[in-house]
């Protein structure tokens, strides 16, 4: 078992930045890609981005040149530097290790992400 726990969220205007946090309870495995997760109101969730061990990424379209996804190993820890948000960016920001292989799934709490003037 591993837990997630993200921080970061917030309030912030069009156009500003925010970082987000996910902090793993235990070193994670490279059969594991990690990633983050959107859920606005009345939509699916969506994978925003994803890292894998080796540090190749992958990015949702509508955030691609505006967010970097990134991985500190020795720290356990993932991040989601938001740049240029958008009111659509609105939503609860979910952490997420997905296994490679066996397709199971860890997820954080989540933490609000609101972009509003």
């Known amino acids: 078992q591993v837990q997630l726990v993200e921080s970061g969220g917030g309030l912030v205007q069009p156009g500003g930045s925010l970082r987000l946090s996910c902090a793993a309870s235990?070193?994670?495995?490279?059969?594991?890609?990690m990633g983050w997760h959107r859920q606005a109101p009345g939509k699916e969730r969506e994978l925003v981005a994803s890292i894998t061990s080796s540090g190749s990424t992958k990015y949702a379209d509508s955030v691609k040149g505006r967010f970097t996804i990134s991985r500190e190993d020795a720290k356990n820890t993932m991040y989601l530097q938001m740049n240029n948000l958008k009111p659509e960016d609105t939503a609860v920001y979910y952490c997420?290790?997905?296994?490679?292989?066996?397709?199971?799934?860890?997820w954080g709490q989540g933490t609000q992400v609101t972009v509003s003037s």
């Open positions: 235990r070193s994670i495995s490279s059969l594991y890609i």
């Open positions: 997420n290790l997905h296994h490679r292989f066996l397709g199971s799934d860890y």
